[in-house]
């Protein structure tokens, strides 16, 4: 089905959702705080404590969610595409696991003690890891139920080895963590997790919107985009680097959140024609709303529960993803 | 209860006592003639935990699994009432001994443990002694704490607190403070969120000493700049965790070293 609506139109919806949901979720938690009062009517209007909140627990936080949902979003609609496959995002494909193993070693081996950048280079090192490794199954075969099947083994293996290092760990409370490396949160981030992920996450994010172009060619078919001089090394290889990058980098600081890269590029291609160089900017902005979406859910459904994000964007993901894997089934039956 | 054996046979004492938590691990070694206590958890040989870490270290540790607690051969096991409930019924249905104690919450508590494990190990005149150690110690001048006294709440890995009706409140209330959790409500170990933390702004915030050691998720949030912010040095009170997690002899101390800590506190604020 295709709905019309001006690709310019949409994106200004996108990004006023996204400005909107922002500025929700600075206001949510314990208490509902007004942020348009400390901005408008300077510091001195609300309470010390109030004024902390906002700038050093809420704004971090929104940010965050902002920013690795656009990650997600952008990450999962690149794979697809360059997978031609509708079923791929860092989530299932195991990449996220990945890169919370990658985490967790360097958290636990000191490094990330000794030198603060270690966790989300280990993190993407770790995601890296499963990328060129999905890249290898699939230039092999293209199968789509190959690739999945193989992004479940490396999502149990990765999720083994995480918990694996954290019961061997001398601190009481390791053990514990495996519900956050696993499910993410965003509560009680700060400014250190946004200038650890913030970086990393744009660089991926350039390399991956730098692909755009050739997944459009891409679309067509991969011979098609050879003779129409698509480079495709270099889009491999872009494609693998940006999304070790973003989505390393946010789960270093997230956990891994699964779904996001799923739900947001299906429920947006018809939106945008099919085009993978308009889905691309859109998936972003799309992950972006979900996210701080899915972590105002987190606050206001169960305010004390300290909820996981993994739980919100799975119960809306796993039925959509089996409503995708039916349709799959059906059309590669025909 | 112990089997009845009648006045002909005379219930031997156990000689062969495990003891697989670290609480009962500490009040066994307080209580137990030498020799009848043959092995303790390995948690009460860590001196990162236990404060009976030098004694502990003579005996064997366990883990806590049933196969290693059998070969043994206990002729009493000690476990927690939540020490991993698989062992223990394990244990039981071998037809082993075990006696669980249910955590400290109350100073009464730490009597009635010590009491208990007197008559199991039929060490009752140690096990008096203590108590009556105790009850001197807990029955100085039990001010009532005042309305305006300070407040006092403790702050952990994953943001827990502790509530009311727990031996950190009573402690807390012993020193002469109001607690944090009691204010708050709150019941047994509960997740308080940043945010509420700040709002809820005790005067003091009680870390403990030895899990700044560790590195990780679980204790990042001890280094949130708003937590620093909000709480700069001389509103924090670091404790040392191993006089807090057990109710035992030696909570009496964890009394004395708050109030010494808090009058230190005070005078650095004058």
């Known amino acids: 089905m295709q709905i019309k609506i001006p690709y310019s139109w949409l994106m200004a919806i996108l990004v006023a959702l996204v400005l909107l949901l922002f500025a929700i979720s600075i206001s949510i938690g314990h208490v509902w705080l007004n942020p348009l009062d400390a901005l408008w009517s300077g510091a001195g209007s609300i309470s010390a404590a109030d004024h902390l909140i906002l700038t050093e627990i809420r704004l971090p936080r929104a940010v965050l969610g902002l920013i690795i949902g656009a990650a997600l979003g952008l990450s999962g609609a690149t794979l697809q595409g360059l997978l031609r496959n509708p079923l791929a995002e860092p989530g299932l494909l195991g990449i996220s696991a990945s890169a919370s193993l990658g985490a967790v070693l360097a958290i636990y081996t000191g490094l990330s003690a000794a030198f603060a950048y270690a966790l989300p280079i280990s993190a993407l090192l770790g995601a890296l890891v499963a990328v060129v490794l999905l890249r290898a199954l699939a230039g092999k075969s293209a199968d789509i139920l190959t690739i999945i099947l193989s992004g479940v083994a490396l999502t149990s293996l990765a999720g083994a080895l995480t918990s694996l290092t954290l019961n061997m760990s001398s601190n009481p409370f390791a053990a514990l963590e495996i519900v956050f490396w696993m499910l993410g949160s965003l509560a009680d981030r700060s400014w250190v997790h946004v200038g650890m992920a913030l970086p990393f996450i744009l660089l991926g994010s350039v390399l991956l919107l730098a692909t755009a172009r050739a997944l459009d060619a891409l679309s067509l078919g991969q011979d098609v985009a050879r003779s129409m001089g698509v480079n495709l090394n270099r889009t491999n290889l872009l494609a693998i680097f940006g999304t070790a990058l973003s989505v390393g980098a946010a789960t270093a600081v997230s956990g891994a959140i699964g779904f996001v890269g799923l739900v947001v590029p299906h429920l947006l291609r018809p939106l945008v024609g099919n085009r993978p160089s308009h889905l691309l900017p859109a998936s972003a902005l799309g992950g972006a709303a979900f996210l701080l979406l899915a972590d105002i859910a987190v606050r206001f459904v169960f305010p004390d529960k300290d909820l996981k994000l993994g739980v919100i964007t799975a119960l809306v993901g796993a039925p959509f993803f089996f409503w995708l894997l039916h349709n799959v089934k059906k059309r590669t039956q025909l | ?270």
């Open chain 2, 1 to 270: 209860m112990l089997p009845d054996w009648g006045v002909a046979n005379q219930p031997k004492a156990p000689q062969r006592v495990v003891s697989m938590n670290l609480c009962t691990d500490q009040l066994a070694l307080l209580v137990a003639a030498p020799g009848q206590l043959i092995s303790v958890s390995y948690l009460a040989a860590e001196a990162s935990s236990s404060l009976m870490a030098k004694e502990a270290a003579q005996l064997h540790t366990n883990r806590g699994l049933a196969e290693q607690i059998i070969r043994l051969q206990p002729d009493l096991v000690l476990a927690g009432q939540y020490t991993s409930r698989a062992s223990v019924n394990l244990l039981r249905r071998l037809g082993v001994n075990v006696q669980t104690f249910a955590p400290a919450y109350r100073f009464a508590d730490i009597s009635a443990h010590l009491a208990k494990i007197g008559t199991l190990l039929g060490q009752e005149a140690r096990a008096n002694a203590l108590i009556a150690q105790l009850d001197t110690a807990l029955a100085e001048p039990n001010q009532h704490t005042h309305r305006s006294a300070p407040v006092l709440g403790s702050y952990g890995a994953n943001s827990y607190t502790t509530g009311q009706s727990s031996l950190e409140s009573e402690v807390v209330k012993a020193a002469g403070f109001r607690h944090l959790g009691t204010e708050l409500a709150l019941q047994g170990a509960s997740k308080l969120p940043l945010e509420q933390l700040i709002y809820a702004s005790p005067d003091r915030l009680m870390t403990w000493k030895s899990w700044s050691q560790y590195t990780g998720r679980a204790t990042e949030i001890l280094l949130h700049p708003a937590l620093d912010r909000w709480f700069p040095k001389e509103r924090r009170v670091a404790v040392d965790s191993r006089y807090w997690m057990c109710g035992t002899p030696f909570t009496v101390e964890a009394i004395n070293q708050l109030k010494t800590q808090m009058e230190s506190h005070a005078d650095h604020a004058d």
